[in-house]
């Protein structure tokens, strides 16, 4: 089985999260796949930003919900690289997409996207909710999907159950919070397990040890093992 190299948010360990400039350099980097965040603005446009609030990665300030279209385009998410619309993500590279929603108005905007622009080969739907991610997988048939999860409340069982019952193709979690056990039981059901976030050589020999089907990264270098440091 293909291990995969995802990058986080682009590569945000090097650029600036969630931007065009962050996206492009993962892909000239040779990841596998590229993960971000998306969010509604105000006027109901899908944004690529991982906050509820602007605060933390652009120069602006409130909540991103709060703010139109052209209000976060206004912002300097970093080096001078603005907020980018997803449908402008899907312009600038062509790598696959894994794109994470937060709640279901962003997750209905995005599966109109997808049937609307046929992506439904090159982008997997990420949740930490089991049940939008349903939702989206009855609206977008054949779509893949990813459920963010936390082994709590019932163990390894529980966990891979409530991923089956969502229609996930992979479980995502912490890489220190994954096990030997919950791999095996994952791979037993027929799911992939991927861990967050490996950016050190240490996290990726972990994530090798543990047989895991792939790691999100926010390092170029982690593409090639023998040159990181961290």
Known sequence: MTFLTIGHRGVMGVEPENTLRSYLRAERSGMDAIALDLRLSKDGVLV????????????????????????????????????????????????????????????????????????????????????????????????????????????????????????????????HRITLELVEAAHAAGLRVTGLAVDTLDRLRLARALGLDGVTTGFPEIRSTGRFTA
Do not use: C, K, N
């Open 48 to 175: 690529a930003v991982h906050d509820p609030e602007v605060d933390r990665t652009t120069d602006g300030s409130g909540a991103v919900a709060d703010l139109t279209l052209a209000e976060l385009r206004g912002l300097d998410a970093g080096q001078g690289e603005g907020m980018p619309v997803f449908e402008e993500v899907l312009d600038a590279v062509r790598s696959p997409l894994h794109a994470s929603v937060p709640d279901r108005a962003a997750a209905a905007a995005l599966a109109e996207l997808l049937l609307r622009r046929d992506l439904v080969s090159r982008v997997e739907v990420a949740s930490a909710d089991g049940a939008l991610l349903a939702d989206v997988a009855r609206q977008v048939p054949g779509v893949r999907t990813t459920l963010f999860a936390e082994p709590v409340g019932g163990g390894t069982d529980a966990l891979v159950d409530r991923a089956r019952a969502a229609g996930a193709a992979t479980i995502a979690l912490d890489i």
